[in-house]
Structures are given as structure tokens and as C-alpha cells.
């Protein structure tokens, strides 16, 4: 019953919270208008570590998502990029800023100080969840300037980090041009060390080795014949030499026999038949001495001729086989020198690929330095934030209408409570204590003067 009471009690006080409700609500709109408000403006920053270039990508170390985001986040709000947005932006001769500056009361801090730490305390950097797209926010209290400086710290911090790859890669490529100057020295002394040696040792053909191998083969193979045939002449030519096939083969000794034996033959026969003065005897005694006088004459000359080649055969054999350790000797030198030159010819091959290397690495610096690129873009701008962030304008509206309402509750509660009206049969009994005979329902006034004037 109370509830009934109370609810036709504020039923009939909705003037009173009405009232109330548009008097706080007004109040919080007033309040709203005269506040300082601070607009937060947002852009965004996306780092592909995929970089522009795969050559250039693959020179870059890879670094940790995480630690990459916190690098660039404090370069971001860094003193090197809030001067380069200060002097985008005009703010050191923007007189509000030096009125705030004055108004701040720090004689011993210059402006340009000041301003900078102004700056940076209102930007905010912080990496989206989870992606490699870092948030920069601008506080200002106006929604234009915030989403201006927000844009120029993206802008500039792009175009810090472009001057800074481009000025690292100059340095770099200065650097590799000293050392190619460097390298390419080396190269040409190991060249021309390779030349003149090769002129002062005669090794203009690249197979020389392989030459004098061949030669050596040569010179081998005829010292092994040399030998054979000089041993075999020294065998014919031993101490009965006079005895050697070579010597009683010869036609003219072997006729000269003959000639021997047919004159002893004839001499026998005229012994048996004639004394020893008989001149036919003497003659052919005297034959036979003389055909044994050429015989060995000629034996003589045949034996000389096998000493004679044996000698040649022998000075063959020498003269070979000193042939052979000359060419054995000239094969150690040139075994040595072939070894030599080898060295040489590493030395102009490390420096060739050292040369090519810091060439390379110069082409690439060169390239780099004049790439008009970096790992970070903008992808996007801020634009001017429609309602503040401080204070939350829905957030306290819908308060203070949730607070309006409950205040006019509040009233017109406490003015039932302090001035009842009774408007029910258990209001008028529980405020004079007098029971209700009877009720009459003013709604059917109506129906019973129609029913009257219809003479019912």
C-alpha cells in the first residue's frame, strides 16, 4: 500500500523531477562548457621488417619484434625528432607556447629546452597488440593541433629514420671506396708479382712442368737402352776380345782363315814330298806367315773396332745419364718454382675475391644511400578527434542525468514525506484515524448525467 502511495506521489510530482533533472544536467553542461578540455589525436606507424630491397634485407641483422617496437618507440620521442617537429610546426615562434613558457616560471631553463620537454611530455607511443604498428598520440587542447603534431612526429620520424639509413650507408660506402683502393692495390702488386716471376723463371707456358716431366721421360727411356747396349759392348770387349763373335764373324778374318788353313794344307803336302830348302817350300812357308800376318793384323783392327764402340757405348751411357740428373735436377726447380708460383697465384686470387667482395659491399652501400626508402611508413593520419578525452563528455552527460534523476527522486520523496497529499481510501484512514464509509468515482460523473438526461 505504502508502495502504491509513494509511486502515485511521484506520479504526481514529475514537474518537481523534471526540475531537478534539467537543473543538474545544466549544471553539468555548464560546467562542461568552462572546463579545459584535452583532444587526443592518433597515427599510426607500420615497421615491415621485409625491408625494400631483398639484397638490402638480407645485409640487415634480424632483431626481436618486441625490442625492435621499444627502439623505435624511444627514438620516436626522442630530442632529435621533437626539434625536427618543432621547426615543421613554427611552435618556437608560436606565442602561446612562449606565454606558457613564461607563465611556467623557470628562469634558469631556456625556451627552446623547455619546449622541447613541453612537447614530448604530450606524446604517447605505444605498440598495437600483437602487429608491428606502433600508436602515436598527441594531447592538446585543441582537437586541430593535436592531430597536426601527431602527423609531423609520424612524418618526421620517418623521414629521421630515412636520413639516418641514407647518411650510415654514405658513410659506409666512403669507408668501402678507401678499402677498395686498398684491395685493388693488392691485387695489382700480386699480379705483377705473379708476372715477373713467371719472366725472370722462363715459366711463360702454363705446362711447363708437364714439359720437362715429359722430357725427363724421354731422356729415361734412352739411359735404359744406353745401358743395355753399353753393357753388352763391354761384354764383347773383355779380355778375349780377339775371341768375340763380333770379332771372328767378320767376313775378311773368316776368308783370311780360310786362306790360312789352304796355305798350311799345301805347305804339308809339299813338306812330305820336298826337303826344307826347296824353294816351292820356302814360298809356301812363306805364304802361309804372310796370310797369318794379316790374319792377325785384321783380328787386331776387328778387336780395336769392338773396344772402340764399347767406349762410345759406355760415353753414351755416361753422357745420358748425366742428361737424366740434369733434367731431374731441372724437374726439382721447377717443381719448386711451379710451388712458388701456386702461392702467388692464391695470393692474386684472395685478393681477387677480397676485391670483389668490398666492391659488392661498396655497390650496395652506394645503392642504399640513394634508396629513397625505409622500414617505416605511415599508415595512418590522425585526423581531429570529434569529442575530448578529458573530460569524457558522454560519460559525465549520462552521470549527471542518471544523478538529475535520482536527485528529483530524492525531493519529491522528501516533499511527500514533509507535505502529504492524500489521494487514496488508506491515505485518509492512516492520516485522521476516520473510517471511509463510501467512495465515489469521479471518472463515471459523466456516464450518469448521460444516463440522467436519457430519463433513465
Do not use: C
Not at 83 to 100: F, H, N, S, T, Y
Amino acid at each position: 500500500m505504502l508502495q502504491s502511495n509513494m509511486a502515485l506521489a511521484l506520479k504526481s510530482r514529475w514537474r518537481l523531477i523534471l526540475a531537478v533533472f534539467a537543473a543538474t544536467v545544466a549544471l553539468a553542461a555548464g560546467w562542461l562548457m568552462l572546463v579545459e578540455r584535452t583532444y587526443v589525436a592518433r597515427a599510426s606507424l607500420l615497421f615491415d621488417d621485409r625491408g625494400p630491397d631483398p639484397e638490402l634485407r638480407n645485409s640487415q641483422p634480424v632483431q626481436n619484434e618486441k625490442s625492435m617496437l621499444g627502439t623505435q618507440a624511444d627514438l620516436i620521442r626522442s630530442d632529435a625528432v621533437a626539434r625536427r617537429v618543432i621547426r615543421a610546426e613554427g611552435l618556437a615562434a608560436d606565442p602561446d607556447m612562449q606565454r606558457k613558457w613564461r607563465k611556467a616560471g623557470e628562469p634558469g631553463r631556456s625556451f627552446d629546452t623547455w619546449l622541447v620537454s613541453d612537447v614530448l611530455q604530450h606524446v604517447q607511443v605505444a605498440p598495437e597488440r600483437d602487429t608491428n604498428v606502433l600508436a602515436v598520440r598527441y594531447t592538446a587542447n585543441d582537437p586541430r593541433t593535436a592531430a597536426r603534431l601527431a602527423n609531423s612526429f609520424a612524418r618526421n620520424f620517418v623521414a629521421l629514420r630515412m636520413e639516418i639509413s641514407t647518411n650510415t650507408a654514405k658513410q659506409y660506402a666512403r669507408w668501402f671506396q678507401q678499402q677498395t683502393t686498398e684491395v685493388r692495390g693488392n691485387l695489382e702488386r700480386a699480379q705483377a708479382a705473379v708476372t715477373d716471376f713467371q719472366r725472370s723463371h722462363g715459366m711463360v707456358d702454363g705446362n711447363a712442368l708437364a714439359l720437362e716431366a715429359d722430357r725427363l721421360s724421354a731422356l729415361s727411356s734412352q739411359l735404359a737402352s744406353a745401358e743395355g747396349a753399353a753393357a753388352d759392348m763391354r761384354a764383347r770387349a773383355g779380355n778375349r776380345v780377339s775371341q768375340s763373335p763380333d770379332v771372328q764373324s767378320s767376313a775378311v778374318i773368316e776368308s783370311l782363315r780360310q786362306q790360312v788353313a789352304v796355305s798350311e794344307a799345301k805347305l804339308s803336302e809339299l813338306a812330305s814330298t820336298h826337303g826344307d830348302a826347296h824353294p816351292d817350300l820356302v814360298a809356301a812357308r812363306a805364304e802361309r806367315d804372310t796370310l797369318r800376318a794379316k790374319l792377325r793384323a785384321e783380328t787386331g783392327a776387328a778387336s780395336q773396332t769392338v773396344r772402340v764402340a764399347s767406349s762410345a757405348a759406355s760415353s753414351r751411357e755416361s753422357q745420358l745419364q748425366r742428361l737424366v740428373n740434369a733434367q731431374r735436377g731441372r724437374m726439382l726447380a721447377v717443381t719448386a718454382n711451379q710451388a712458388q708460383l701456386e702461392a702467388l697465384q692464391n695470393e692474386v686470387t684472395s685478393a681477387q675475391k677480397a676485391y670483389e667482395a668490398v666492391t659488392q659491399r661498396l655497390n650496395m652501400m652506394r645503392l642504399q644511400s640513394g634508396l629513397p626508402t625505409t622500414n617505416a611508413q605511415q599508415v595512418d593520419r590522425a585526423t581531429p578527434p570529434l569529442l575530448p578525452a578529458t573530460p569524457n563528455v558522454p560519460l559525465l552527460l549520462l552521470l549527471a542525468a542518471l544523478g538529475g534523476l535520482g536527485l528529483g527522486i530524492i525531493a519529491a520523496v522528501a516533499m511527500e514525506l514533509r507535505r502529504p497529499i492524500i489521494r487514496t481510501v488508506s491515505s485518509l484512514f492512516e492520516n485522521t484515524g476516520v473510517p471511509v464509509l463510501g467512495t465515489f468515482d469521479f471518472k463515471a460523473l459523466p456516464q450518469l448525467r448521460e444516463l440522467k438526461a436519457g430519463g433513465v
